[in-house]
């Protein structure tokens, strides 16, 4: 009973925050009416326009809803009228803002270029029955505006491109209704092609920038076919150029955003703050003028910051990431702004929370935003990203890659004097890395298990390439996961490498299992040293060692970025050994080691089962709210 109390329970919430959830589609109260409705708004004052349809109002015709633009002050006012769920005959509204606020927006993006909306707010008339509507003018742009980039094929309008799907026949004549309309503005429309329709509204200046095409782009194959589809391709060396434009109220935290970026693996190629003369240019030149708060709390700012960034080894983006954004071709990107705001934000109470930093979705968007920005510059960073590009090239035949992130080298598998090996190939200004891995070989003394770098560069080194037979070593492991722990003269090798170094008064930070391999003659090899550093003591302890322990606040050196926030122990060590941290700082007999394994194995096998048990079971809630929302909107149509 109390089971199903509960259940009843989160259903409830779940309908309370279904009905509360700030959407476009809301309902005009039968009991207020359409003339009701809009005595109302003028009556409070409300700044909005009916976008179209409005020579009927207070008639709607049946199936036809009412569209408004509403400034961004008034949207609450105007919500606090209309209702989220309808019961039947009620008549939809779907209710924009001109600054695109959260649940006002056109998928993701102002319903139109906010400066723009704002004119056509400014030029409103207030009808024979009462409503405010747009000027004959703007009503004329605001619908070719709503075929092209809102209806693209759909409208039914005919086009130099053909479509790769039939479309439903429109719910408009959008000729005759274009047509009638340039009549009342005594304007004279081009023969009716939507490319001409374009040149009509350049020639206005309202076709919306490229980075605003490319987001309408996903859901429209008109724009697809008239922007994207022959889009010019970028040199290779030039395609890991990015910008990241840093909000006003980012500026406090501008320094370390920049740490932030070279962490991740960017070369810093230009930066300079924006004028307060051009922040206002740019917030509208750049998606499409939405700098609102947007899903956060607070509003980051106006544009005030901008840093040019290139990457010479960009990660390809996986399917969900393309899904979701449209013309990103570096996840590195996507990945280093999601971690900026994670990171600043975590330093915010969550009320106090803004959007941080944007960044262009790919290089050719980062040309257009640094023609706006810096165009000055452009040549400079050109010549400055071929040097580094021709800087980063492997000198050996490549075989196969091997990277992951590549946050500072690529690592690959090359052909090497008619056999293969490892080329660890650095990126410009981080040498320092490289040395490091030099000077983890010459310190190295008796420490035969230390892999040999059989050549280095200026920018890269060659280690022998070893097929790993540790796995088949590992049997010890949770039941329900592919993850086993290494065996014990595993961990003591590695004990005793940390040591080893500590006793020079150096810090194998980031140093654990994962960088262990077995050869085929069962000897282990230890390698990637990026960031062996030293420290205030000798010691032959491991006690406090770095390596799987909490740097401390007072160490100055080169972290890996995870260190920043995580313990090295339960990221690194814990899951790929199985024993507690007491069992590193000590010599523990086998015995112990393989005991405490098969505890571990067992509760973490158990933790696992719980979760997904657990998991299951949300999938299962989720699945009844998702059929429990289908039917309640099937049952208002």
Not at 324 to 330: A, F, K, L, S
Request: glycine letters at 6%; aromatic letters at 12%; a positive charge.
């Amino acid at each position: 009973m109390k089971n199903i109390a509960h259940k009843i329970y989160i259903l409830l919430k779940y309908l309370i925050h279904y009905r509360n959830r700030k959407k476009v589609r809301m309902y005009l109260p039968r009991e207020l009416g359409v003339a009701g409705f809009f005595h109302k708004l003028n009556t409070l004052n409300v700044d909005y326009i009916v976008l179209r349809w409005f020579d009927d109002l207070p008639n709607v015709k049946p199936n036809e809803d009412i569209d408004m633009l509403v400034d961004d002050g008034d949207l609450e006012k105007t919500r606090a009228l209309l209702k989220g769920l309808s019961l039947t005959g009620e008549i939809p509204c779907d209710i924009y803002s001109c600054g695109g606020l959260p649940g006002s927006d056109f998928r993701g993006l102002p319903y139109f270029p906010v400066k723009k909306a704002n004119e056509v707010l400014r030029g409103s008339l207030i009808n024979q029955n009462g409503v405010k509507v747009p000027s004959d003018f703007y009503h004329l742009l605001t619908m070719i505006y709503h075929i092209l980039y809102h209806k693209g094929f759909n409208s039914g309008i005919a086009s130099l491109y053909k479509a790769d799907t039939s479309y439903p026949a429109p719910d408009h004549d959008y000729e005759e209704v274009l047509t009638n309309i340039a009549q009342k503005a005594n304007l004279c429309l081009p023969e009716m092609t939507l490319e001409n329709l374009e040149s009509f509204l350049s020639e206005q200046g309202w076709v919306p920038e490229a980075d605003t095409l490319k987001k309408l782009s996903k859901r429209n194959n008109w724009i697809k076919k008239h922007y994207f589809d022959s889009e010019q391709e970028l040199d290779p060396h030039l395609k890991g150029f990015g910008v990241f434009i840093i909000r006003e109220k980012g500026l406090q935290h501008l320094e370390q955003i920049k740490k932030i970026v070279w962490e991740q693996g960017f070369t810093l190629v230009f930066e300079k703050p924006i004028n307060a003369s051009k922040m206002s240019d740019a917030a509208e030149s750049i998606r499409g003028g939405n700098w609102n708060k947007g899903p956060w709390p607070k509003s980051g700012g106006l544009p005030a910051y901008v840093l040019a960034v290139n990457d010479c080894s960009i990660i390809d983006p996986a399917p969900h990431i393309k899904q979701n954004h449209p013309g990103i071709t570096n996840a590195r990107v996507y990945l280093t702004k999601n971690k900026i705001r994670h990171i600043v934000n975590k330093q915010h109470r969550k009320a106090n929370q803004f959007n941080v930093v944007h960044s262009a979705d790919n290089a050719v968007e980062s040309f257009l935003y640094a023609e706006l920005l810096f165009p000055e510059e452009i040549g400079r960073i050109k010549t400055l990203i071929q040097k580094e590009f021709d800087g980063f090239k492997t000198p050996y035949p490549v075989v196969k890659s091997l990277s992951n992130h590549a946050r500072r080298a690529k690592i690959e598998l090359v052909r090497y004097n008619n056999s293969y090996a490892i080329c660890k190939t650095f990126k410009p200004g981080r040498e320092r890395f490289l040395r490091r891995e030099i000077l983890a070989r010459e310190l190295s003394g008796s420490l035969s298990h230390i892999m040999d770098i059989i050549e280095e560069g200026p920018n890269y080194i060659i280690t022998k390439y070893y097929e790993n037979k540790l796995p088949e070593k590992c049997f010890v492991g949770p039941f329900f996961s592919n993850t086993r722990f290494i065996p014990p003269f595993v961990l003591k090798t590695l004990r005793s490498t940390i040591r080893h170094y500590r006793q020079y008064g150096y810090e194998c930070i980031d140093l654990s299992p994962k960088n262990v391999i077995l050869d085929s003659e069962g000897s282990i090899k230890v390698y990637d040293f990026e960031f062996l550093q030293k420290w205030n003591k000798k010691t032959s302890s491991l006690k406090g060692s770095f390596a799987f322990t909490p740097v401390p606040s007072d160490f100055k050196g080169d972290l890996p970025s995870h260190k920043n926030h995580y313990d090295p122990f339960f990221k690194n060590w814990f899951k790929l050994t199985g024993v507690p941290r007491l069992f590193l700082r000590y010599n523990v007999p086998s015995g112990l080691i393989i005991t405490s394994q098969l505890l571990s194995a067992t509760l973490l096998s158990l933790l696992f089962l719980f979760g997904h048990t657990r998991s299951c079971v949300k999938k299962t809630i989720q699945g009844l709210k998702t059929r429990l929302r289908l039917f309640i909107t099937s049952s208002n149509v």
